[in-house]
């Protein structure tokens, strides 16, 4: 029996240790001492225990021997590492912070998504129909992690559809890759797992209402059903993104307005407006409904006069920024900075361009009961060239210098006034099908969206839009990639055996 004590003793006062740090270091990272914890650690001291009752000579021997004051130092490095690890761990589950550091903050959720998140009323289930090898998983999961830790309202599971086929039957869910937005009995659907695809369904789960954006027609404006260069496809596209219903309205053949019509959009007529619709124009403003006119150049007047009861002009000219514009052409002027308004409070720093526009002028006096204000404007090296139709571009004595107004928007100067709201932008190219198909991560979108929100009066829309996801590819020569390949396979070895072999010089 002694004999069995002597050669294990040592054995268990090891096996005791372990037992010991194990239950530590799972204390310190589940922040509580759970069943397996208690049993672990208790089984430990109970080891090392009974090692010192039955060799109380050995272990006084050992714990002041030469070894254990040498490697005193050592042992309570090792201590210390593994708790200052645990501490980490812990701090770490409980205080989430994420630093992003790509050019373009490809894993911060936009200024939307945020505003979005932050005004949740209700809780939102959300329900990811995804297999463990299904396309898209890992960047839909880091995603919606992003999600739920911004808002306390909102939940989420991921969803095996195939070993759980009764519940993707429930939820009608018949492809992998289906994420189930649920706001009570209100079910919303995206196949997309991209920023954009899940803000926007959120939006649409949490609007009990559906408002309508409606654009004239009659006049040979731009198309939004349309994916001509000039046309508005990509635009309708957003709005619908954004909850709205776009539709098509002509009031020359109804003069009665759609019920759900929260902004009607006069998108770059080229022909004049009748002065029957002209005046059906200012009844809707002056009844409380809110008009968004983008206006081309072209056209002298194509409104006959119904924009100076609000205190607005649009001069025949094209506006021309040698100082700022668009990659070098002088009639798309470049905008960066804007008037403080609920529309650009948060686009400061973000670039927007108009392609061939006409200035926008607030005339003197203003009128009664209207408040005007320019948001957008060029720079002062700009000027208003009303020569356009002979092709000559040169600023002359006659001709409005900058800064030149490009946007102006009009309100009641009075709070329930009854009034509705009125925005007008010289150009309608900037969020053309073109424009909008060629150049991407520009304000365009964000301008123009803003400027639908506050007038549909859903002022919390108003922020930044996450942008298209950008595609980053590293072009390598032939050379270049020979170069990596062998110096990976055969420099990092030879490197390694040349350090081995100076080592083995040097000591003999």
Same mark, same amino acid.
């Given at each position: 029996?002694?004999?069995?004590?002597?050669?294990?003793?040592?054995?268990?006062?090891?096996?005791?240790?372990?037992?010991?740090?194990?239950?530590?270091?799972?204390?310190?990272?589940?922040?509580?001492?759970?069943?397996?914890?208690?049993?672990?650690?208790?089984?430990?001291?109970?080891?090392?225990?009974?090692?010192?009752?039955?060799?109380?000579?050995?272990?006084?021997?050992?714990?002041?021997?030469?070894?254990?004051?040498?490697?005193?130092?050592?042992?309570?490095?090792?201590?210390?590492?593994?708790?200052?690890?645990?501490?980490?761990?812990?701090?770490?589950?409980?205080?989430?912070?994420?630093?992003?550091?790509?050019?373009?903050?490809?894993?911060?959720?936009?200024?939307?998504?945020?505003?979005?998140?932050?005004?949740?009323?209700?809780?939102?289930?959300?329900?990811?129909?995804?297999?463990?090898?299904?396309?898209?998983?890992?960047?839909?999961?880091?995603?919606?992690?992003?999600?739920?830790?911004?808002?306390?309202?909102?939940? *989420?599971?991921?969803?095996?559809?195939? %070993?759980?086929?009764?519940?993707?039957?429930? *939820?009608? #869910?018949?492809?992998? $890759? %289906?994420?189930?937005?649920?706001?009570?009995?209100?079910?919303?659907?995206?196949?997309?797992?991209?920023?954009?695809?899940?803000?926007?369904?959120?939006?649409?789960?949490?609007?009990?209402?559906?408002?309508?954006? *409606?654009?004239?027609?009659?006049?040979?404006?731009?198309?939004?059903?349309?994916?001509?260069?000039?046309? *508005?496809?990509?635009?309708?596209?957003?709005?619908?993104?954004?909850?709205?219903?776009?539709?098509?309205?002509?009031?020359?053949?109804?003069?009665?307005?759609?019920?759900?019509?929260?902004?009607?959009? #006069?998108?770059?007529?080229?022909?004049?407006?009748?002065?029957?619709?002209?005046?059906?124009?200012?009844?809707?403003?002056?009844?409380?409904?809110?008009?968004?006119?983008?206006?081309?150049?072209?056209?002298?007047?194509?409104? $006959?006069?119904?924009?100076?009861?609000?205190?607005?002009?649009?001069?025949?000219?094209?506006?021309?920024?040698?100082?700022?514009?668009?990659?070098?052409?002088?009639?798309?002027?470049?905008?960066?900075?804007?008037?403080?308004?609920?529309? %650009?409070?948060?686009?400061?720093?973000?670039?927007?361009?108009?392609? %061939?526009?006409?200035?926008?002028?607030?005339?003197?006096?203003?009128?009664?009961?209207?408040?005007?204000?320019?948001?957008?404007?060029?720079?002062?090296?700009?000027?208003?060239?009303?020569?356009?139709?002979?092709?000559?571009?040169?600023?002359?004595?006659?001709?409005?210098?900058?800064?030149?107004?490009?946007?102006?928007?009009?309100?009641?100067?009075?709070?329930?006034?009854?009034?509705?709201?009125?925005?007008?932008?010289?150009?309608?190219?900037?969020?053309?099908?073109?424009?909008?198909?060629?150049?991407?991560?520009?304000?365009?979108?964000?301008?123009?969206?803003?400027?639908?929100?506050?007038?549909?009066?859903?002022?919390?829309?108003?922020?930044?839009?996450?942008?298209?996801?950008?595609?980053?590819?590293?072009?390598?020569?032939?050379?270049?990639?020979?170069?990596?390949?062998?110096?990976?396979?055969?420099?990092?070895?030879?490197?390694?055996?040349?350090?081995?072999?100076?080592?083995?010089?040097?000591?003999?």
């Amino acid at each position: 029996m002694r004999k069995w004590v002597d050669l294990y003793s040592k054995y268990l006062a090891l096996l005791g240790l372990a037992c010991i740090v194990v239950a530590l270091g799972g204390w310190l990272v589940a922040g509580k001492a759970q069943l397996w914890v208690e049993i672990l650690g208790s089984v430990g001291v109970l080891l090392v225990a009974a090692t010192v009752l039955l060799q109380p000579a050995q272990a006084r021997a050992v714990l002041t021997g030469r070894q254990v004051r040498y490697g005193g130092n050592a042992v309570v490095m090792s201590i210390a590492f593994v708790l200052i690890l645990g501490l980490l761990n812990y701090l770490g589950a409980r205080h989430h912070q994420r630093w992003d550091v790509t050019a373009e903050k490809s894993f911060s959720l936009s200024e939307q998504t945020l505003q979005i998140l932050k005004n949740l009323k209700e809780p939102v289930k959300v329900k990811l129909f995804f297999t463990p090898q299904a396309y898209g998983r890992t960047e839909a999961e880091d995603l919606i992690k992003e999600y739920a830790i911004r808002s306390d309202k909102l939940s *989420y599971e991921f969803i095996d559809p195939v %070993t759980q086929r009764r519940l993707a039957l429930d *939820y009608q #869910v018949s492809r992998d $890759g %289906t994420i189930v937005f649920e706001r009570g009995s209100r079910r919303e659907v995206t196949f997309g797992y991209q920023e954009q695809d899940l803000t926007s369904t959120l939006l649409k789960v949490t609007r009990d209402t559906v408002k309508g954006v *409606y654009f004239l027609t009659g006049h040979q404006e731009r198309d939004p059903d349309s994916q001509e260069q000039e046309a *508005y496809g990509l635009i309708k596209q957003v709005l619908e993104r954004e909850n709205y219903k776009v539709g098509k309205f002509n009031y020359a053949i109804t003069d009665t307005v759609p019920s759900d019509m929260a902004v009607l959009v #006069v998108a770059g007529p080229r022909k004049p407006l009748s002065p029957e619709e002209i005046s059906r124009l200012k009844q809707y403003v002056n009844g409380g409904g809110s008009l968004f006119i983008l206006a081309e150049p072209g056209l002298a007047d194509p409104f $006959g006069g119904m924009l100076a009861a609000y205190g607005i002009e649009l001069p025949d000219n094209i506006i021309i920024d040698p100082a700022k514009s668009f990659f070098g052409d002088i009639a798309s002027p470049l905008v960066d900075s804007y008037e403080f308004h609920q529309i %650009t409070k948060d686009l400061g720093g973000l670039t927007t361009f108009f392609p %061939t526009a006409r200035s926008v002028v607030l005339s003197e006096p203003g009128p009664e009961g209207w408040m005007r204000q320019l948001l957008v404007t060029t720079s002062k090296d700009s000027w208003a060239e009303t020569s356009y139709r002979e092709r000559e571009v040169r600023p002359d004595a006659n001709e409005a210098k900058g800064p030149l107004g490009l946007m102006a928007v009009v309100e009641p100067s009075e709070v329930g006034a009854g009034k509705g709201r009125l925005i007008v932008i010289g150009d309608a190219d900037f969020v053309s099908n073109e424009v909008l198909g060629s150049v991407v991560n520009v304000g365009n979108v964000d301008l123009f969206m803003n400027a639908v929100n506050w007038l549909a009066t859903e002022e919390e829309l108003i922020t930044i839009r996450p942008k298209e996801p950008s595609q980053r590819e590293v072009i390598l020569t032939p050379l270049q990639a020979r170069a990596i390949i062998y110096s990976n396979i055969l420099f990092v070895p030879l490197l390694v055996l040349a350090a081995g072999i100076w080592v083995w010089w040097r000591r003999r």
